[in-house]
Structures are given as structure tokens and as C-alpha cells.
């Protein structure tokens, strides 16, 4: 596996993401903390969101760029549709998805267009460059995971995470 692939999917950086994600209750997922903007459900439906759209990107599809942040997040329809199992299913899904187009190296450098934030051009980027932007959009929201988990006492998850 490639490191990009393993960025994805891996312990490149930290634990694995579906080490993340393991082991936790609808209760703890949909728990508020005070002074944090997003649940952890939130934030990891905000990874599979944006995961979704690499997807479509890196498939041709312009899927467009959300008009406003919070259309990147659920809205209560949304939360209350999918469980969080369900949720987290979908995530690593798209999440081996993406990495696999991490592993086809023939399509690395390809050109694709990704749509930008209203108002501004289509950008035009490689299949890896896209890659490499959602791994870092990742890790950063997957360690926000981390740290929600650590707020509730519920780190490191039975599969083992680094506790630095």
C-alpha cells in the first residue's frame, strides 16, 4: 500500500480510522459538549461528505461545492436518517474507495476538474492532489474525533490508539 493510500486508511499519522470510529455509543456520538461546535456523529458525517464528493471528482462527476459551511453538515433530517453505524459503514466504504484510487497510480497525475466555492473558477488538479487535500481534510477532522472521545473518557478505543 501506497502512502497515500495509507493516509486514508492507515496508521500513517495517527490511528487507524476505523480504530477512530470504533466502539461508541448513538448516546456519546450525539453528545453536545459545551464550547465544541460539532458531535462526533457531525464531524464524521462532515468526512464522509466530503469524501463522497473527492469520489465524485475524481470520477468526473462536478459535484458542486456546498453554497455555505454548514451545507457540509447534517441537518437534523439528516442525522436522524442514518444511525451511526450506518454512518460509519458508509465512511469506511468511501474511505477504501478513495484509497484505492490512491493504489491505481496510472490515474495519480491525471487532471481533474473540482468545483470551488460559489463564485470562484473551477479548479483543475491531479487525482493525487485531490487525494492528498482529503486525507489532510481527514486527519484533521478524525483528531477532532479523538479529542471529543478523550473529553468523554472514551480514548483509546479497544483496537488500540495513540495516546500522545
Not at 455555505?68 to 442525522?79: A, I, Q, R
Not at 488538479?125 to 472521545?149: C, E, F, K, P, T
Request: charged share 20%; aromatic share 8%; hydrophobic share 35%.
Amino acid at each position: 500500500m501506497n502512502e497515500l493510500a495509507q493516509a486514508l486508511i492507515g496508521d500513517s499519522y495517527a490511528a487507524k480510522p476505523a480504530h477512530i470510529v470504533e466502539g461508541l455509543s448513538d448516546d456519546l456520538v450525539h453528545k453536545k459538549i459545551p464550547n465544541t461546535p460539532h458531535t462526533i456523529y457531525e464531524e464524521l458525517w462532515h468526512i464522509a461528505f466530503w469524501q463522497q464528493v473527492t469520489l465524485d471528482w475524481v470520477q468526473g462527476i462536478e459535484t458542486p461545492f456546498p453554497d455555505k459551511p454548514s451545507d457540509g453538515f447534517p441537518s437534523e433530517l439528516e442525522t436522524a436518517s442514518e444511525t451511526w453505524d450506518q454512518l460509519c459503514k458508509r465512511f469506511l466504504q468511501t474511505a477504501e474507495q478513495a484509497a484505492a484510487s490512491a493504489r491505481d497510480t496510472r490515474r495519480l497525475d491525471e487532471p481533474i476538474r473540482c468545483p470551488s466555492r460559489p463564485g470562484s473558477p473551477v479548479r483543475i488538479m491531479s487525482v493525487r492532489d485531490q487525494l492528498i487535500s482529503l486525507a489532510s481534510h481527514n486527519a484533521y477532522h478524525l483528531g477532532r474525533i479523538v479529542v471529543l472521545r478523550q473529553l468523554n473518557q472514551a480514548w483509546p478505543p479497544a483496537s488500540g490508539g495513540y495516546s500522545w
